[in-house]
């Protein structure tokens, strides 16, 4: 069976440079979604208070209602759930494609007489079919 052929990496620096500006852009997402940007709930709103009946207040008053907060809890535990279901199936198929692509000839590669065909037989003649 021949070599495989030299494959090229990535160098250190450009590595580095990567994961610096990775983190950089997660950072400022975090920085933004805390507080620097707009959020939808104070847009439109005008301070309510539950007791006054001000705008809004059907909304806070609904977010004290025992069975909403326990559907929204239960639907926040299920997408949590799912999304580490999907994680695992993300990386389940990647193994398994990597695995089964370091079992696969390289372009170029041609078959030795002994190997075998994808039936499980053994190639007659020492030709491909």
Do not use: K
């Amino acid at each position: 069976m021949s070599e495989l052929p030299e494959t090229r990496s990535y160098g250190g620096l450009s590595i580095l440079v990567s994961a610096v500006v990775g983190v950089a852009a997660a950072l400022g997402s975090i920085w933004w979604a805390s507080g620097f940007g707009p959020f939808y709930e104070t847009l439109f709103r005008v301070g309510p208070t539950v007791a006054g009946g001000g705008v809004g207040t059907d909304w806070v008053e609904g977010n004290t209602i025992a069975e909403l907060d326990f559907l929204i809890a239960l639907i926040h535990a299920a997408d949590v759930l799912m999304g580490v279901f999907i994680l695992f199936m993300v990386f389940l198929h990647w193994s398994a494609f990597r695995r089964i692509a370091a079992r696969m000839r390289q372009p170029g590669e041609q078959a030795d007489a002994g190997d075998v065909v994808a039936d499980g037989g053994e190639v007659e003649g020492g030709e491909d079919r």
